[in-house]
């Protein structure tokens, strides 16, 4: 028994029925080692399978297994139980489970009662108003054991989360408690801790307050009050009742109490409800926090306060920290002199770099705010002021955390590190005046950048790819200059100054970046020099990931020239087959966009023969990459994405090689225009690659917006060429190709900046369609030919999802009847099937960029009878990841004999903005319908 409760057979395509019964087996053992094995593995099951008749049947088991085995077994059961608190609301039998859990907590062992009890936390969510659950609670807060009496207070405290009525019953026991002389301080501190649940009504409300409240003067020990403050400040949060009563009393608390501990909790609470409740704020309150600043010399309290600060400024309160006159339209304001604002910017010199840092999160937000405000219309130069302001401070603290770093070393403890708050401001900071700041704070920002860039070189590594990306944010503000694109490349060439590979990789991307925003630029001039300090890469001695993430980038930003250089030297660096064959795609991939880029334009115009053999060439490099991509795979899933692009491409560029060749016919023939019959198909080939590339779009529901926005931009690229055609070929009445999605009405990047969305190659379809919409009259071949050379010689991005090997969003399906391996469900024509289907929504660890509204759910039945297919869709709703629904399927009529009716049940997902996006999951099994009046099913 126990070998076949090995661990490794629990894996996504194991038998579930199988398996469920081995566990369900293995619980009946005579063995203690066997059940705490299968009680062990259930959490994994459930994992895998979740399904609601797999865990009400295994819960059934397992309290019944709890009731009659000894306080061992039932502590494995409490183990498994709390590893499944995501699968408890899908038990039907709620009543019965636990009415065999809770039979166990009238036993006289202590133990068993406090098991019990924990257990019986769990699954406070579902049971949240259970009369017998909360009698056993409350008689638990009774218990003179100690453990007893913590298993209490921590199934009191789920409840109270959870049920209003139990909060109202164990009001007075819990005040009671607190205010017991013969109880310790520290389970004093676990009762009061409790108070923070008490959200879920006005009375409720009401009436634990009263009871914090004189707590707090009865008992002003300082764990008391920062505990009853903490709970006090959760119920104000939660319910946004008494939010101002409860900044009187922290503001108090912080103005009055001298223990630093208590300072701190109340600008904890602080900070929490200028995070929830800002609309609530006061010039009071702002004038406490600010107090902190100048009043103690304490870090911690500084840092609090700054964030409360940092809070307020990314809300509507921020005008509380702004002059007043801006709010009167006055012009007598100072530019940028306002006491608050200057004292945080006196903070950005301050020797601990976490009271640095938060104070330019607070001037960053506030930039922020007044950039894409009113203010920058009204008051521009306060505007330009305070950018300014925001970006000294971020200069002084980053060249605080620089001789920091270079005095402490790499691996000192006191080496600073920028959190995630401050790089993120940073960034939205050189966002907003990308579009709303004027000449004078994007001038503050050019210094900032270029701050940014000396500090990437200066300091450690750690640090330097921290701000690579506030730098490519600043980049991407300020747009192109000769100066930024010198001074990077210095950095990136000379020899006096030794780079850690890894900062090396993200100037390469800022510089490959910013030389893509350039508005002319000579291309074969910027490859040189992306691929000389590609080359540099590989000679300083970085490893063979950093020069492969450094191709990679590359190639998501167009540069492949300088991709397949820095590949082609990698390939010989590697051991595993799996990583030889990746290369070598990856090469190939590059190399055909790299042939394809090349202008094939002559002198006299676009040679034909030219851009011929590039597209052929192409397109065979792309076809060698498939076969790589198929040899480096791991399994079938593997590499699907990466072999379904590859061979979209390849198909796209065989079509466009197409189109030439009958354009070349074309001008060899009499009239010198296409026949009807190769006008037709080539317009069909394109309307389906343009569908093909919307479909592999659509076939992945984590796909980036990056990796989005390249797969449209393709498919803009396909649609441009076709209605170029179109304006040049024979008349048509009818057409496949859809409408183009980009007209000539887009409105143009501002003068010496580009948008996000501006690349090169969106630059030149857009022209494309300037051209088709404007220009009046038939167009001729050479249009179509100066189109395809055009659109194919500017280089294409490849999609980050591309490189990247995370586990998808999957969609597990079942369904009820289900026939065994090799059984036929057998039924009477003219009768009804009733059809279940559950799924559960499998999502990856990590974000993804958008959330399940609902599935699209469909049954398609298919047999000799009807031609055409007979389709059912339904929608239903995600709740925690798990949708069922159900079909009554009306089966066709069979006079006599039988008939086969295949079933297929598709799932798709549907995201919030109603979006359709395919889960490539599917299910089928076959049904036989027979001629008889009463047919037997099995």
Known sequence: MAGLLRPSRFHPGANQFALHAELERALRSTSIGVRCQAVALFPRLFDLFPFPVFINSSFLKLMDLFRESDNYVRVRILKATEASTAHLDKISNLDEVLRRLLSVGHSNDPLARAITLRTVACFAMDAAERKDAHHTVLNGLRALDNTEAAAALHAADRFCETSPSFAEEAADTLV????????????????????????????????????????????PTSAVVRTLLAATTNVAARSLVGVQQQLELLVQYLETDLRLVVKLAALRGLLRLAQVAPHEWRHAHVAAVRSVLGATQHSPAVVLALRVLGALAHSPAVTLLLPDELQEASDTVNDGEHPLLSEVQSCCCADDSRVAEASCTVLCNVAIEVVGGVVASTHPAFAAAVVGQAAGGVCNTVALCVARAQSGG??????????????????????????????????HVTQMERELQMAVVLCEPTLAVELAGCVQECTRACGHSVTKQQRLQHYLTTDEIVLDPRVRVELLATLATLLNQAPVADRAASATLITQAAGLLVVSGATWWDVLTAAQRLMCLGWHTSAASALAQLEDKVVSDHYVWWLKALRLVAEAEDRIGVDATADQGPSVRVAHSHLFEGAHRYSQAVGCLKAARHNTASCRFQMAYVQLRADTLEVLGNLLSAVKDAECSDDGQLQRHTFSTLTTELATLAAAHDTLRRSYFDIDAHSDNVLKLNRDVVLAIGHALLAAGPSVTATTLPPLLHGPNTAPPPPGRVTADSTPLRRAVDAIIEKIHLTDGPKSLDFVVQTVCDLTSTPTAVPPIFFSHATPTVVQIAVHPYPKAGQIVTIASDSELVLRVEGFVRRPPHKTPRQIGFMEVSVVLTSKAHPEPEVVSRRVTVIKKFFSTSFLLSMPTVETGELPVEVNITAAYCDTDGNEWAANTQEKFEVTLTGRSQGKRR
């Not at 301080?185 to 009401?206: D, E, G, P, T, W």
């Not at 080496?415 to 907003?432: E, W």
Request: with cysteine; glycine share 2%; proline share 3%.
């Open 176 to 219: 009671q408690m607190v205010r017991d002389l013969e109880i310790s301080m520290r389970v004093k501190i676990s009762v009061a801790r409790i108070f923070r649940h008490a959200h879920h009504n006005l009375a409720l409300i009401q009436r634990y307050q009263a009871a914090s409240r004189s707590l707090l003067t009865e008992i």
């Open 410 to 443: 790499l691996r000192s403890p006191d080496t600073p590190t920028l959190t995630g708050n401050f790089l993120r401001s940073v960034g939205a900071l050189a966002a907003a005046c990308q579009t709303n700041a004027s000449a004078a704070a994007i001038a």
